[in-house]
């Protein structure tokens, strides 16, 4: 037991210092030992002593500013994320903006002019290469839809090399009787459309067809450029000649062909019996008016006559009709005026560029992204981060207050 | 003597073990006899005891000089943890002090009877005390804290920390005087 002697309290309270060192307990020289040997480890298991803390260490981060660098962290996710996602802003170019800077990564690559978006009431012209193409056909390649039954088949293309060219359309049978028809979208620039179109009816008339209809408009680029729609009919011989002289004009680039065919054999060879059968009735009854030897029998045959008469005419016509849609072919030729624009691998190029102003844009863009990021971030956690105060402030006044009441009912 | 001394500074504690273990060494026997004064029996006291300096060790970096000495630090640590072991205690319903802990009787002899006579007597002062009021004795007497100190372990103001010792104090000198 230590001397009374040894409390540095004042002498006010001198007396009661030395009655009550008198009662004072020690610890047992176990538990000191073992509580000594549990410090010198930093309260680290027996079998793995923690390192102690020295001056060579390095100094921990505090928890504000540990606090700051996940939140930061966190900004700068989420703005690599923002700016990474689709359509983000650091893949425009120098903040232009303007469509004719975007890569054009879809439509026909063989076209070398953009494709800017029209009305649509221009008769002929799309917003798309495809957009003048028939029901069923599809954009960006050939398709040919097989004849049902061997009635009609139809060869489209909008992209690809063989635009020049005559496609097929499909297989037919030897003395078939086929109505064929063509349709091509021509592309021109430099307020080309009268020439485009000249050199249309030139060809044309070097295929001895004619021009049905045309229709040939001006326009300002400013107001979507000119356009022209031609029908034409061609002897059926020269529809591929045709076709492909079309196909290569000078001035114009084919960005759609569509050629069709209706097998009409089978209505060829109907209009051909009623006529047969008309002709037939036809010479029957002449002979019967020759052998007829009352006038009742000499009326109703002539009666029976003019029927057969006007029967015989209107297959006569019909036929006459279909021949005349087998010889010939119509063809549809739609001229559009788009200005020029760049390569794809051009304006690539240029987007790539480094320029102090480009730089300068991309870093403001990706600080302002930023700001508004913490902005956001900075809204929820500021009420948020109130709340969980008031709540860890309550909680620890309550555990505070259960902790006195403890003592008190010690007593 | 005690080591009361303490370098200026904001945060004296953080990242020096070595000034933790001088904290330790200097406090170690006042924090048993300020818990045991709370808690009446020496196993629970030993708990307590390492538990209030290992909780100092694993918080020593939230000591802020600024906001009061050391010592007052690590003893309203020990004071949380006697005051969670009090409200254990009282879920739990076990004795306040077991026989198994009882202090060891002191070796009676004929030069100690009248010491040890003096000695029951303060013990009967204390334990008639509040235990608010021996709390306060104890953090007075055992610990050495200043009034100032007091306030901040007791979290009441300065002034009302240092009526509530005086009004302890007394009560505990007329409880010793009084005739048996």
């Given amino acids: ?411 | 003597m005690r080591l009361r001394h303490a370098p200026a500074g904001g945060r004296e504690l953080e990242g020096s073990f070595e000034r933790f273990e001088a904290l330790y060494r200097s406090s170690r026997d006042d924090v048993y006899a300020y818990v045991i004064t709370l808690l009446g029996d020496r196993a629970s006291a030993e708990d307590v005891t390492a538990l209030a300096f290992e909780r100092a060790y694993a918080r020593r970096h939230s000591f802020d000089r600024r906001r009061g000495d050391e010592r007052a630090w690590l003893f309203g640590i020990a004071r949380n943890a006697a005051l969670d072991e009090l409200r254990r205690r009282r879920r739990s319903a076990t004795l306040l002090v077991e026989p198994a802990n009882l202090p060891e009787a002191p070796q009676r002899s004929a030069d100690d009877d009248e010491l040890e006579l003096r000695r029951a007597a303060v013990r009967a002062a204390l334990t008639a005390l509040a235990p608010r009021e021996r709390e306060l004795i104890a953090l007075k007497f055992h610990a050495g804290l200043t009034n100032g100190e007091l306030a901040s372990v007791l979290g009441v103001s300065e002034s009302n920390a240092g009526t509530m010792l005086h009004r302890a104090v007394q009560k505990l000198r007329r409880a010793v005087n009084a005739p048996v």
């Fill in chain 1, 1 to 411: 037991m230590p001397p009374f002697e040894e409390s540095p309290l004042a002498d006010e309270h001198s007396d009661v210092a030395l009655l009550v060192a008198a009662v004072r307990e020690w610890p047992r020289e176990e538990f000191a030992r073992e509580l000594d040997a549990r410090v010198a480890r930093a309260f680290a298991p027996p079998s793995r002593p923690r390192r102690r803390a020295t001056g060579l260490s390095l100094p921990r981060l505090p928890r504000w500013a540990a606090g700051a660098f996940v939140a930061l962290a966190s900004a700068v996710v989420a703005a690599v994320i923002v700016l990474g996602g689709p359509g983000g802003g650091l893949r425009a170019t120098g903040g232009g903006g303007g469509a004719a800077r975007v890569q054009a990564t879809s439509g026909p690559a063989v076209l070398l002019h953009a494709s800017p978006a029209h009305g649509g009431s221009r008769p002929g012209a799309g917003s798309s290469p495809a957009g003048a193409l028939p029901a069923g056909a599809s954009a960006g390649g050939a398709s040919i839809n097989a004849p049902a039954a061997g009635a009609a088949s139809s060869a489209t293309s909008a992209t690809g090399a063989q635009l020049g060219a005559a496609l097929p359309a499909g297989p037919v049978a030897p003395g078939a009787k086929q109505i064929r028809s063509a349709q091509i979208s021509l592309r021109t620039a430099d307020a080309r459309v009268d020439q485009v179109a000249q050199e249309t009816f030139e060809v044309v008339s070097a295929e001895h067809g004619t021009v049905i209809s045309s229709q040939i408009t001006q326009a300002t680029p400013a107001a979507g450029g000119g356009y022209a729609s031609i029908s034409l009919s061609v002897p059926t011989a020269n529809l591929e000649a045709t076709m492909a002289q079309l196909s290569r004009l000078r001035y114009a680039t084919v960005s759609s062909r569509s050629d069709s065919s209706q097998n009409v054999s089978d209505a060829y060879s109907a209009d051909r019996r009623r006529l047969a059968d008309a002709e037939a009735l036809r010479l029957t009854l002449l002979r019967q008016l020759q052998q007829a030897s009352t006038q009742t029998a000499i009326d109703s045959i002539q009666a029976q006559l003019k029927l057969a008469e006007a029967q015989l005419t209107r297959s006569q016509t019909a036929l006459a009709r279909l021949d005349r849609q087998i010889s010939t072919s119509e063809v549809n030729v739609s001229i559009n005026e788009f200005p020029p624009v760049y390569f794809p691998v051009v304006a690539n190029r240029a987007s790539t560029g480094f320029t102090l102003a480009r730089a300068g844009h991309d870093a403001l863009r990706v600080l302002v992204v930023s700001a508004g990021i913490g902005l956001v971030a900075l809204a929820v956690m500021v009420p948020l981060g109130l709340v969980l105060a008031l709540v860890a402030w309550l909680w620890a006044w309550l555990r505070q207050r259960r902790r006195e009441r403890a003592l008190d009912a010690g007593a």
